[in-house]
């Protein structure tokens, strides 16, 4: 069973940077994609980036709304993904997930993922 747990949410001011962590437990799988969504307040929950692993590497896809600010990356020794949010906004404020999935790949829906953390959240004040 995978389990992830977020991390590094906090209230920040808009301009500033923030990194979230993604932590995966009982995961042994040599391929698998791991994606960052988010829930603002009264609205759905959306697609922020993923980063899909394989045998050859590696490769990342994000939302229109985050590219070029966002990053993601990861750490296979720590098990652990990186979401790293640089230039942040007052509309990037959210409770922010990742996601798991078996396979590789580009997934950008919620039922694509068969692995939830419960979220952190990121406040960007203005």
């Known amino acids: 069973q995978v389990q992830l747990v977020e991390s590094g949410g906090r209230l920040v001011q808009a301009g500033d940077s923030l990194r979230l962590s993604c932590a995966a437990s009982?995961?042994?799988?040599?391929?698998?994609?791991v994606a960052w969504f988010r829930q603002a307040t009264g609205k759905e929950r959306e697609f922020v980036g993923a980063i899909s692993w394989a045998w050859t590497g590696s490769n990342t896809y994000y939302a229109d709304s985050v590219k070029g600010r966002f990053t993601i990356s990861g750490d296979g020794v720590k098990n652990t993904e990186y979401l790293q949010m640089n230039s942040l906004k007052p509309e990037d404020t959210a409770v922010y997930y990742c996601a798991a999935r078996i396979g590789s790949g580009v997934y950008i829906k919620e039922n694509d993922y068969n692995y939830w953390g419960r979220g952190t959240q990121v406040t960007v004040s203005s």
């Open positions: 009982g995961r042994t799988f040599s391929r698998y994609v």
